[in-house]
């Protein structure tokens, strides 16, 4: 199933989930993509794999979603990969630890929610 809401799409596959997410994520979008994650956790998807090539900003809202998800995939035995970063999410992810959950696109021969 393919959905978009704001500054991102979804496209669910269970247990794969690819989402794409674009321009800023900060509180005031983390909401849409917080509930664009539940819907597809709910479908069954276990293997969320975020693409955030086009982000401009993100901010403690938007990694804390990160984080939370993360130990929610982790703990159904589920993970939680971060694709095609930008350099200032790639520069925060490195900051606060989480560079861990980088993967190249390649590695994954995936397409992206948008471009499918």
Same mark, same amino acid.
């Given at each position: 199933?393919?959905?978009?809401?704001?500054?991102?799409?979804?496209?669910?596959?269970?247990?794969?989930?690819?989402?794409?997410?674009?321009? &800023?994520?900060?509180?005031? +979008?983390?909401?849409?993509? +917080?509930?664009?994650?539940?819907?597809?956790?709910? &479908?069954?998807?276990?293997?969320?794999?975020?693409?955030?090539?086009?982000?401009?900003?993100?901010?403690?809202?938007?990694?804390?979603?990160?984080?939370?998800?993360?130990?929610?995939?982790?703990?159904?035995?589920?993970?939680?990969?971060?694709?095609? +970063?930008? &350099?200032?999410?790639?520069?925060?992810?490195?900051?606060?630890?989480?560079?861990?959950?980088?993967? &190249?696109?390649?590695?994954?021969?995936?397409?992206?929610?948008?471009?499918?």
């Amino acid at each position: 199933m393919y959905q978009r809401f704001g500054n991102a799409s979804i496209r669910t596959d269970p247990p794969v989930a690819l989402v794409d997410v674009s321009g &800023e994520c900060d509180i005031a +979008t983390t909401s849409t993509l +917080t509930g664009l994650f539940n819907t597809a956790v709910a &479908e069954g998807c276990r293997d969320f794999r975020v693409d955030m090539n086009r982000v401009t900003f993100c901010d403690a809202s938007m990694i804390g979603l990160l984080v939370s998800l993360d130990r929610r995939l982790r703990a159904d035995d589920g993970s939680l990969t971060i694709l095609g +970063t930008s &350099e200032c999410v790639q520069r925060l992810l490195h900051i606060v630890g989480l560079d861990s959950l980088l993967r &190249e696109r390649a590695d994954l021969g995936y397409t992206t929610a948008s471009n499918g």
